[in-house]
């Protein structure tokens, strides 16, 4: 699908950074720092550290470009097998308040997008959210809620409300079981990618940065970070789901126009 050069201007809610630590991008593993491979940003020092990106956001970018969500080459399907369906239908996610709700009830009612994040403090998930509660007024016109899911904890869970003040709903999913359910893929491979790096620093341009006290909690930490995630549009009915992208690594946004199509017409 060709990129689209449109830029949509709104307000983002991400918060400038007022931490002390410098503003840094970086690629590692061992290969890359034996190639020599350094991003230069011309706006900040770029620095090494283990195993992933690292940017802190300039105060005065506030536009999302959607030719960055679309042209993903990710999976998307409307078929979803019985098995999954099944195995969904165990999966227990908690709401800010620490209260489990089965993860169908999300849409047994409703027609609801679900956006499943790599992990609460992902910069490339924060974005996603921010363009998809771009789209809410659209999703509130048609009866359509938004939701967002993030392998985590609770607290993760509300220091991430809290962050982005995202206008949907956010649960944790502590045990990971919805991403195992849907099969989102996960590994070093999906995580560390030259597409990757770019739409990382593309974010970074944005304003948008990465949270490091969230992602380098112990759960997400011992798990290495390398959850991919993806989007569903599901309901109402507990076995209705509609649309299902995979992520096929880090940032692989779908087109927002698929999204809504399923959503909202």
């Given at each position: 699908?060709?990129?689209?050069?449109?830029?949509?201007?709104?307000?983002?809610?991400?918060?400038?950074?007022?931490?002390?630590?410098?503003?840094?991008?970086?690629?590692?593993?061992?290969?890359?720092?034996?190639?020599?491979?350094?991003?230069?940003?011309?706006?900040?020092?770029?620095?090494?550290?283990?195993?992933?990106?690292?940017?802190?956001?300039?105060?005065?970018?506030?536009s999302?470009?959607?030719?960055?969500?679309?042209?993903?080459?990710?999976?998307?399907?409307?078929?979803?097998?019985?098995?999954?369906?099944?195995?969904?239908?165990?999966?227990?996610v908690?709401?800010?308040?620490?209260?489990?709700?089965?993860?169908?009830?999300?849409?047994?009612?409703r027609?609801?997008?679900?956006?499943?994040?790599?992990?609460?403090?992902c910069?490339?998930?924060?974005?996603?959210?921010d363009?998809?509660?771009?789209?809410?007024?659209?999703?509130?016109?048609?009866?359509?809620?938004?939701?967002?899911?993030?392998?985590?904890?609770?607290?993760?869970?509300?220091?991430?409300?809290?962050?982005?003040?995202?206008?949907?709903?956010?649960?944790?999913?502590?045990?990971?079981?919805?991403?195992?359910?849907?099969?989102?893929?996960?590994?070093?491979?999906?995580?560390?990618?030259?597409?990757?790096?770019?739409?990382?620093?593309?974010?970074?341009?944005?304003?948008?940065?990465?949270?490091?006290?969230?992602?380098?909690?112990k759960?997400?930490?011992?798990?290495?970070?390398?959850?991919?995630?993806g989007?569903?549009?599901?309901?109402?009915?507990?076995?209705?789901?509609?649309?299902?992208?995979?992520?096929k690594?880090?940032?692989?946004?779908?087109?927002?126009?698929?999204?809504?199509?399923?959503?909202?017409?």
């Open positions: 699908m060709a990129a689209s050069l449109r830029t949509i201007p709104f307000q983002s809610t991400v918060r400038p950074n007022k931490t002390k630590h410098p503003a840094a991008a970086c690629l590692s593993t061992k290969a890359a720092r034996e190639r020599h491979l350094r991003f230069s940003l011309n706006l900040k020092d770029v620095i090494n550290t283990e195993s992933q990106f690292l940017f802190s956001p300039g105060p005065d970018q506030r999302i470009t959607p030719s960055a969500i679309s042209g993903s080459s990710g999976t998307t399907s409307s078929m979803v097998s019985e098995d999954t369906t099944s195995l969904l239908d165990s999966v227990e908690f709401d800010l308040n620490g209260e489990s709700i089965p993860i169908s009830d999300l849409w047994k009612d027609k609801t997008v679900v956006a499943f994040a790599r992990h609460f403090g910069v490339l998930c924060r974005r996603r959210a363009f998809l509660a771009s789209k809410k007024d659209m999703m509130d016109a048609s009866g359509v809620a938004l939701v967002l899911i993030g392998p985590g904890s609770v607290d993760q869970a509300k220091a991430f409300s809290s962050q982005t003040q995202f206008q949907g709903e956010v649960y944790a999913d502590p045990s990971y079981s919805s991403y195992k359910a849907l099969s989102f893929v996960s590994g070093v491979s999906t995580t560390i990618t030259p597409g990757a790096g770019l739409k990382i620093i593309q974010s970074y341009m944005e304003g948008y940065r990465q949270y490091w006290g969230l992602s380098f909690e759960d997400t930490r011992t798990r290495g970070g390398w959850q991919q995630g989007i569903i549009v599901a309901g109402p009915g507990k076995s209705n789901i509609s649309y299902v992208h995979k992520d690594e880090a940032g692989d946004d779908p087109d927002i126009e698929d999204v809504l199509k399923v959503c909202c017409s």
